[in-house]
């Protein structure tokens, strides 16, 4: 069955950077895009960007631009989602989410499968 | 703020339809499908309606989706307390060229 098993919470100070795992299983590890979304505490759902496992493109949301960097370990089928320059208002779960279909700079929102969600703490 | 605009709360008693609308523009609902998911405090979100009405296997027909130019719309008939969760919308933005969300609505079964 597919599974998408995440990094455990971390706690961060501000400024320093954060590197969550999303290690997946069940299914053929390229054929699917892997979104990263976050949820910050009281607040909904935010889309952060995109990577495709087979080649390493991604796809990043302009509000992340230059902070984050999403890559993947085809070897261990693992996808990595690091943001640097941590302030509190990255305080958040940060969740990875499957998409069953994306082709071509299109990646509609079809997320099938989540990760467990990772808590992203940024305190001084 | 989010792009897609929803109430946020909603609610009603064991039996009832309630719907939950979603509100965006011709960048994304306007060009595009709708997905909604349904939030439940510390669990993953779950995806409850893809392209707008087609319901995922193990998703009761209790739920439908429906679209009309920049506004969609979730319905929830039967109304069951194990509803009770936060519920968003999401689509793709074609100007932004990403996803964006609802701001969520929050399902109190009363």
């Known amino acids: 069955q597919v599974q998408l098993v995440q990094s455990g919470a971390e706690v961060k100070k501000p400024g320093a950077s954060v590197k969550v795992s999303c290690k997946a299983s069940?299914?053929?590890?390229?054929?699917?895009?892997m979104h990263w979304v976050r949820q910050a505490p009281g607040q909904g759902l935010e889309w952060m960007g995109i990577?495709?496992?087979?080649?390493?493109?991604?796809n990043y949301a302009q509000k992340f631009q230059g902070r984050v960097t999403m890559a993947r370990d085809t070897s261990t089928r693992t996808l990595y989602m690091e943001l640097s320059s941590l302030t509190s208002e990255d305080t958040a779960v940060y969740y990875c989410?499957?998409?069953?279909?994306?082709?071509?700079?299109?990646?509609?929102?079809?997320?099938?499968?989540w990760g467990q969600g990772t808590l992203v703490t940024v305190s001084s | 703020q989010s792009v897609l605009t929803q109430p946020p709360s909603a609610s009603g008693t064991p039996g009832q339809r309630v719907a939950i609308s979603c509100s965006g523009s011709s960048s994304n609902i306007g060009s595009d499908y709708v997905y909604w998911y349904q939030h439940l405090p510390g669990t993953a979100p779950k995806l409850l309606m893809h392209?707008?009405?087609q319901r995922p296997s193990g998703v009761p027909d209790r739920f439908s989706g429906s679209k009309s130019g920049t506004s969609a719309s979730l319905a929830i008939s039967g109304l069951r307390s194990e509803d009770e969760a936060d519920y968003y919308c999401a689509a793709w933005d074609a100007g932004l060229s990403g996803v964006v969300f609802g701001g969520g609505t929050k399902l109190t079964v009363l």
């Open positions: 392209r707008n009405n």
């Open positions: 990577i495709n496992p087979s080649g390493g493109s991604t």
């Open positions: 989410a499957r998409a069953t279909y994306g082709s071509g700079g299109y990646y509609p929102p079809n997320f099938d499968y």
């Open positions: 069940g299914y053929t590890f390229t054929s699917f895009f």
